[in-house]
């Protein structure tokens, strides 16, 4: 397993974001984690990806710990975040090569991973563009590429086609399935377009208020629950009411009014 998630909590003073959650995740696999809002989801991954640490449990990320030894751990995985990261005033080429310099790519290995990279997202002839001119979707193709620029075992996508139409969430799917068998990347994502997680997904998790209340792939969780969709299934798995907001994003609130504060 590449990722292993055992007993895994996380407590916000009195209020249990994450509870005894435990799942695997097998090499090159494309797994998705499903939620409605609040149910948990972020939260994990910024467990997962060192932004968050736990209150209790064990995570095993490509054979480390990264609770214990954090900066061994984040050169075992790319994350593309729900809200951009790029730098809107560099160019394409000038945000992939700061990210190689703050992985310590060398140099001759540097200009051929980025030219590789742009060319799978198909960005090299608009490498010399400011970011701030890309569309929605150019930008999402170029943090995918970003994220994999040092060779990572596992790329973290949270809520990666948020927001773009469909024929660019088509075209977004098509570079992440070709680098996951190309580049033998294990996918973890969240998405809120079930259509997706069923087409892609080897494998999925659905956590709600907190707890895993479901795994399998697709086709398992609809013959479980008797339905024709993921879709249905999920309903029936985590029930029709309309969730609060998720508290990470209201954390994430709070966390900026701080900011602006001071």
């Known amino acids: 397993m590449i990722i292993e998630v055992k007993n895994l909590s996380k407590k916000f003073k009195s209020f249990t974001a994450v509870d005894d959650v435990s799942f695997s995740v097998e090499k090159k696999d494309i797994f998705a984690f499903l939620g409605p809002n609040g149910a948990g989801k972020t939260t994990t991954i910024k ?24 900066n061994k751990a984040r050169y075992s995985f790319g994350i593309v975040f729900q809200d951009s990261s790029l730098d809107e005033e560099l160019s394409a080429y000038e945000n992939m090569e700061l990210h190689a310099v703050l992985y310590r790519i060398p140099k001759k290995i540097r200009k051929e991973r980025i030219e590789q990279l742009l ?6 002839d608009r490498r010399r563009e400011a970011v ?33 139409d469909p024929q660019t969430r088509n075209h977004i799917w098509s570079y992440i399935k070709e680098l996951n068998e190309k580049e033998d990347v294990t996918v973890f994502f969240t998405t809120h377009y079930l259509a997706e997680a069923e087409k892609y997904s080897s494998k999925i998790a659905i956590i709600d208020k907190g707890k895993i209340i479901s795994q399998g792939s697709s086709r398992e969780l609809m013959e479980r629950t008797q339905t024709d969709s993921l879709e249905d299934a999920f309903i029936k798995i985590t029930g029709e009411d309309i969730r609060k907001e998720d508290y990470s994003a209201v954390d994430r609130m709070r966390q900026r009014r701080k900011v602006f504060k001071h």
């Open 47 to 70: 467990i997962l990806t060192t932004l968050l640490k736990p209150s209790s449990g064990e995570i095993i990320l490509d054979g480390c710990d990264p609770v214990k030894n954090g």
């Open 119 to 124: 060319k799978i997202v198909e960005l090299w």
């Open 132 to 164: 701030k001119k890309f569309s929605g979707g150019m930008k999402r193709r170029l943090e995918i590429a970003r994220g994999l620029l040092h060779h990572p075992q596992i790329l973290f996508l949270d809520e990666p086609t948020l927001g773009l």
